[in-house]
């Protein structure tokens, strides 16, 4: 899987169906799905996007 990052926005696949701006983490399988509270996360999603299919996800570490 190929990550392609423009700014601080990452897309990853989907790894079950998302809603925008909720916060993500990256599962085994290197999809994002939604982080539950005192998880790790990597960032929030931008957009809503059905299960397999990419994803914008604003990076929390990332510039701006």
Do not use: H
Not at 34 to 43: C, T
Request: aromatic share 6%; hydrophobic share 45%; no cysteine.
């Amino acid at each position: 899987m190929s990550i392609e990052v423009q700014g601080n926005v990452a897309t990853y696949v989907a790894g079950e169906a998302l809603v925008g701006f909720r916060r993500v983490k990256l599962n085994s399988s290197r999809a994002v799905v939604y982080s539950d509270a005192g998880e790790e996360w990597i960032g929030v999603t931008v957009e809503a996007a059905a299960i397999t299919n990419n994803i914008g996800v604003r990076l929390k570490n990332g510039p701006g």
